[in-house]
């Protein structure tokens, strides 16, 4: 009863734990390498010379010729320029034994900066120039100027560059306000599928904006409210990006990265296996490198192994073992354990330190092994199992002495069986096929081999059966076992032994159509559309002919009634009207062989136009003439 | 019965001879003439086949049209018919017949291809 309890409670447990945020995206030991070559790039102004300084000395490495880059400094260096002295400052601090000569002028001007109507930028430099030389400020002010500062300009960049200011001021300071801008900022970052977490600004102020908020909370030693899966996905967004645009775009990835992995409250912890997560007898160790997000290696961390299980069952192999450290990478033997080959779910836990974040990690770890064959038996049975079966055994890697004959009356068949070479354990590999190869024609036909319910691998060949695969061609075949999976380190290829095969009704070695797939296909001609079949040209002709014939009958019908042009006036009217008639029909005739439709109507309108102005006067002429 | 209608014909053919005006003689034998184009178009087309059809279209068509306005100008000039057009006179008859001949020619003659 209690372990049913205990069960239902495991299982009910494992179902409602939800799985925490893993970084898909972080900084190898290649892109730090890259990071720092951008950053030691020769500098040609103080600007670049701060951001190469400063940035270098975030990844804990010093300058190399530190004198050298202290007189470029102060050499560059403008004592009127808030932004100059900002740059001179921060950079001289990170460099040892560099000091920058501070007149009272100077003092003056970065304290006067320090005010409402100066931008968040400048102030931001005033504070931390000032905090760098070691010049006394009056915090209150500042925090006041920040704060009206925020209030007019709302924007991402303003209130990071306060948070940053707000870090370099006294801790008796009123920060109060400042630190709840974290809050809000934090509630202004695009999540992107649950993966990414940026500002719609870029990755430049999203790193900033990580590196502003652990300093601000480092200061006044208060968690700040990132949770864990948010801070995972500001390491996504900030470290999906491998080669940086810009000196400044370097410099922001790398101060975030120097905060996220040396503040006081959130360390995100990165786990990658050494190598393939794959384990066999030659190489029983499972190694993982756990480091943070700068791939320094996190010593006091004790790595754990949950619980392994395959994926498959549920059933744990291991339960609560511990990773070695050895030289910087934890590793467990795993073999010892005798795991079967196959595929395995590893739930490791990583726990040292309560800062922590992203601590519980899924691998799916391979275990691979050897494949020996056992009892390999070539037989050829025959059909009506009058004679009885002769059976050779053949051991691997040799070839059978004699060859096999195999025709109409008979099968051949072979049956073997798979074992893990040091556990005796039967194996079902994913690829086991049966090659035969004809020499002479290179004709090649691949047969799948299936075990049967013991796991014994059986292949049955009948030559009537599958004489179509063969294309009826008889000879010598070579017969080769191949055996494949993802988990057998050693693939078998092994010609067993050579089967003389008989087809009956075998066509005349036809030449051997190679599959003509590639070769050029018949040209296609295309056909026109035959016209249709015209009647002879005399039918046309006489037909034609026939059909003028009724107006030769209309003339002669109109002489016998009397029809004249007596009353034919020469009036100027009525001979325009009789040309304009005359040139509409000739147009009719010229829009049938040569214009369209448009021209037609153009010239029909002008034509037609004066016919019909001719033709009315002349009918109202005739009207007259009638009615008198 | 035969002989009904052959007297029956043969007083009709009297009758048109004597009172038909002139006029409506010349546009009946204009009438013959269109119809027996029409006819034999149509017997072109019967025996040795349609093949240039929208050609057989057109000229049908324009033997058609020609005569059904043919008949139109008749109705309007016959004298006896003078109570029912009133308003038209037969110039404007004929100026209608004019016209509407113009818009059959360029139909047929935008078809005939």
Redesign the interface.
């Known amino acids: 009863m209690a372990h049913l309890c205990l069960f239902s409670l495991l299982v009910l447990s494992m179902v409602l734990k939800t799985q925490a945020l893993t970084p898909t995206h972080h900084l190898t030991t290649t892109d730090v390498a890259r990071l720092q070559a951008v950053l030691s790039q020769p500098f040609t102004d103080l600007k670049s010379a701060y951001y190469s300084v400063v940035g270098l000395s975030k990844l804990g490495i010093l300058v190399a010729d530190a004198d050298e880059t202290c007189q470029f400094i102060k050499s560059n260096l403008d004592p009127s320029s808030v932004e100059s002295l900002f740059y001179a400052a921060e950079a001289s601090q990170a460099l040892s034994g560099c000091e920058i000569p501070v007149s009272n002028d100077t003092r003056d001007l970065l304290l006067a900066t320090v005010s409402e109507d100066s931008t968040a930028s400048q102030i931001h430099q005033s504070v931390s120039a000032l905090s760098s030389l070691g010049l006394p400020l009056a915090s209150q002010e500042v925090v006041s100027a920040l704060k009206a500062r925020i209030s007019k300009e709302d924007n991402v960049l303003t209130i990071i560059l306060a948070l940053q200011t707000a870090s370099r001021l006294s801790q008796q300071a009123e920060l109060g306000d400042i630190l709840e801008e974290i809050e809000d900022l934090a509630a202004r970052l695009d999540d992107l599928s649950g993966v990414y977490l940026q500002f719609e600004e870029g990755l430049e102020a999203t790193a900033l904006f990580v590196s502003a908020a652990y300093a601000l909370s480092d200061h006044v030693d208060m968690e700040p409210p990132l949770k864990e899966d948010q801070v995972i996905q500001l390491v996504n967004s900030i470290f999906s990006k491998k080669s940086w645009d810009s000196l400044s775009e370097a410099f922001s990835v790398a101060s975030a990265a120097e905060s996220l992995s040396n503040n006081r409250f959130h360390v995100p912890v990165i786990v990658s296996a050494q190598g393939p997560a794959a384990i066999s007898h030659s190489q029983p160790f499972l190694r993982l490198q756990v480091t943070d997000v700068l791939c320094q290696p996190l010593s006091s961390a004790s790595v754990l192994v949950e619980s392994a299980s395959t994926s498959t069952s549920k059933s744990a192999i291991l339960s609560q073992a511990p990773f070695t450290l050895r030289e910087e990478v934890f590793e467990l033997n795993f073999m010892a354990s005798q795991p079967a080959s196959g595929y395995y779910q590893f739930s490791v836990a990583i726990a040292g330190d309560s800062r922590f974040v992203a601590n519980h990690v899924e691998l799916k770890v391979k275990v691979s092994t050897r494949v020996a064959i056992n009892n390999m038996d070539l037989s050829v049975v025959d059909k009506d199992q009058s004679i009885g079966p002769k059976t050779t055994r053949v051991e691997y890697p040799t070839k059978a002495k004699a060859s096999f004959m195999a025709d109409s009356h008979q099968n051949f068949a072979m049956t073997f069986q798979l074992v893990d070479e040091t556990t005796g354990v039967e194996l079902t590999p994913h690829q086991t096929f049966v090659r035969l190869h004809n020499q002479k024609t290179g004709q090649e036909v691949v047969f799948v081999a299936e075990p049967d319910s013991k796991n014994l691998y059986k292949f049955e060949l009948d030559t009537t059966e599958r004489k179509t695969e063969f294309d009826s061609i008889s000879g010598t075949y070579a017969l080769y076992l191949m055996m494949g999976d993802a988990t057998l380190e050693n693939p078998i290829l092994w010609n067993v032994a050579d089967v003389v095969l008989k087809f009956l009704d075998e066509e005349t070695p036809s030449t051997i159509q190679a599959k003509t797939l590639y070769t050029p296909k018949p040209e296609i001609q295309h056909l026109f559309r035959e016209p249709?079949?015209?009647?002879p040209t005399v039918?046309?002709n006489a037909?034609t002919a026939?059909?003028l014939?009724?107006?030769l009958?209309?003339l002669i019908?109109?002489f016998k009634?009397?029809?004249n042009i007596s009353n034919f006036t020469l009036s100027p009217c009525t001979i325009l009207f009789h040309i304009g008639?005359a040139a509409?029909?000739g147009l009719?005739y010229v829009?049938?062989t040569h214009l369209n439709?448009f021209q037609?109507m153009k010239y029909?309108a002008i034509i037609?136009s004066l016919t019909?102005l001719a033709?009315?006067r002349m009918?109202?002429q005739?009207?007259v003439k009638?009615t008198k | 019965m035969s002989n009904s209608v052959i007297s029956v014909i043969s007083r009709f053919l009297e009758e048109y001879a004597s009172s038909t005006p002139n006029k409506l003689k010349v546009i009946d034998a204009y009438l013959l003439y269109i119809m027996m184009t029409g006819a034999l178009q149509f017997l072109y087309c019967l025996l040795v086949g349609t093949f240039p059809f929208n050609s057989f279209l057109s000229g049908f068509i324009s033997c058609v049209g020609s005569f059904i306005l043919a008949v139109c100008l008749r109705i309007q000039i016959n004298p006896q018919n003078k109570g029912e057009f009133l308003s038209i006179s037969p110039e404007r008859a004929f100026a209608d017949f004019q016209f509407a001949h113009t818009v059959l020619h360029l139909v047929v003659i935008n078809f005939i291809g």
């Open positions: 249709e079949k015209k009647p039918v046309s037909f026939l059909v014939s009724p107006f009958l209309l019908l109109w009634l009397g029809a008639h509409m029909l009719m829009y049938w439709m037609t029909l037609g019909f033709g009315n009918l109202a005739k009207a009638r």
